[in-house]
């Protein structure tokens, strides 16, 4: 009897294995499928699209004071950089916005680290989120040059709100995420407390951390401009938001542009290169993610 694997080769008679007459089929990509297969090529040919229409239609209004070219705005920034003008007001807007994302981070792992805990922290945290979190940073500047007066601890204050409430909530959430299997292994090994925390929520709920640090980067860094947009100067200089202000009232648009292309290069930078190689180094080497 014939085994089903043998074919009989018309002809000739001889047994081979069936593989024996399938060839292997595989396709190679061609070097444009290679080139487009590479996420930041794709990114830099949208944002070389965007800078085309905007020269064309630029130059179609022809109305400088209202919609100034690509070419004259990058000049004009090139030119604020050389002179040190933009990098000292860069300096100044980085500088308030780490000190306000680092301590509304802090606070919400305070209290994570208390609502995972305690019943009583649970109830506090959602309480507090439920009360603050759909309040706009903003809306609180009033309130800061009361306190703190005109100066950089008003801005850390809204900025602080704009993280806090974010960051902590994508935190709680993720850490109730965390599957009871994950749970009692910590239990099992005996950890409690802050070493729970560590070294088995916070692995384990991770992704929802990082977007949490990511919307809470987002929400500060508008909130920051926002904020400047409308007093800005702090210790005798002003950030980005007051830069692009003073050039406004000066009726320098093309210097108001290039300080709103500053804003927006600031944010692909820490998005694609910060939180991005962040991510890779934890959640995908971890295997969480594809």
């Not at 190679?28 to 020269?55: C, D, N, S, V």
């Not at 500088?95 to 305070?110: D, E, S």
């Not at 009726?251 to 290069?265: E, K, N, R, S």
């Amino acid at each position: 009897m014939t085994s089903p694997h043998i074919l009989m080769a018309e002809g000739n008679g001889d047994a081979r294995p069936a593989h024996a007459n399938l060839a292997v089929v595989e396709q190679k990509l061609g070097m444009l499928e290679l080139i487009w297969g590479i996420g930041a090529l794709r990114k830099a040919l949208i944002i070389l699209l965007l800078a085309a229409i905007w020269q064309a239609y630029a130059v179609y209004l022809d109305n400088p004071l209202l919609f100034p070219t690509l070419s004259d705005t990058l000049t004009t920034l090139v030119d604020r950089f050389a002179d040190g003008t933009l990098p000292a007001r860069i300096g100044t807007t980085l500088k308030i916005l780490l000190m306000g994302y680092a301590a509304g981070t802090v606070l919400a792992a305070l209290l994570t680290v208390l609502a995972i805990n305690t019943r009583i922290g649970t109830d506090f945290l959602e309480t507090m989120t439920a009360m603050f979190n759909p309040l706009p940073a903003i809306s609180l500047l009033p309130l800061a040059l009361i306190w703190f007066g005109l100066g950089a601890s008003s801005l850390v204050f809204v900025l602080v709100h704009s993280v806090l409430w974010a960051v902590a909530l994508n935190t709680h959430s993720g850490f109730l995420g965390v599957s009871r299997t994950l749970r009692m292994v910590g239990a099992n090994y005996g950890l409690t407390g802050f070493s729970y925390v560590t070294k088995i929520l916070i692995p384990a709920a991770f992704p929802s951390i990082l977007t949490g640090l990511k919307i809470g980067w987002a929400f500060a860094w508008r909130t920051l401009i926002a904020a400047e947009l409308v007093f800005g100067v702090s210790s005798g200089q002003g950030g980005l938001g007051w830069f692009i202000f003073e050039n406004r009232n000066l009726l320098d648009i093309p210097a108001v542009f290039a300080g709103l292309v500053t804003v927006i290069v600031i944010g692909l930078v820490v998005e694609n290169l910060v939180f991005q190689t962040l991510e890779r180094h934890t959640i995908q080497k971890w295997g969480m993610k594809e």
